[in-house]
Each structure stands twice: as C-alpha cells, then as structure tokens.
C-alpha cells in the first residue's frame, strides 16, 4: 500500500466515531447529574464519589477512542457494553 498505508478496519473507523458521540453524550449527562447532586467531579473530595469515579472512567474512554488504544471490533464491543452500562444508569439515575 506504500507510504499511506492503513491498518485500521473501516468498521472499527466507523465504531470510533459512534462511540466518540455516544460517550461525549454520557458525559453531558454525567455534568447534569453531578451538577444535581452537588457533585464537583474535578474536586479531589468529589473524583472520590462513585459518580466522580464514572465519571473519569467515561472520560478516560472519550480521550483515548481515536488513539491507538482501541483498534479492533472486539475493543469497539467492549466498549459499546461499556456505553451500554453507562448509559442504563443514566436513565435510571433521570427518571428518579
């Protein structure tokens, strides 16, 4: 393939992309939910809550799912169910 060439499977690109909105969307919920509670996640006190360690989990897999971390299917479904959990607590958490 010469000097471009690529190493990355198109549908695991794709997986990327989804998994960057949906996990920049569990992160806005998170901000609305810790913001209820009283929560200041990027205190030390608050990244001690379980809702501050969600948090920074959620927003460790935002940072790194472009980079080299996250590079073949079974990363992007491990990934997804992470979402997957996530995303149900949420809901949980909003419909209270």
Do not use: P
């Amino acid at each position: 393939m010469g000097a471009w060439e690529i190493s990355c499977d198109y549908d695991v690109i794709l997986h990327k992309e989804i998994m960057l909105e949906a996990f920049a969307g569990l992160m806005a919920d998170f901000d609305r939910i810790t913001a209820k509670e009283g929560i200041d996640v990027y205190s030390d006190e608050g990244k001690n809550t379980l809702l501050g360690k969600m948090y920074w989990q959620i927003n460790d897999i935002h940072k790194h799912i472009l980079g080299s971390r996250y590079k073949t299917m079974e990363d992007m479904l491990e990934i997804r169910g992470t979402f997957k959990f996530f995303n149900q607590f949420v809901k949980g958490v909003m419909a209270e």
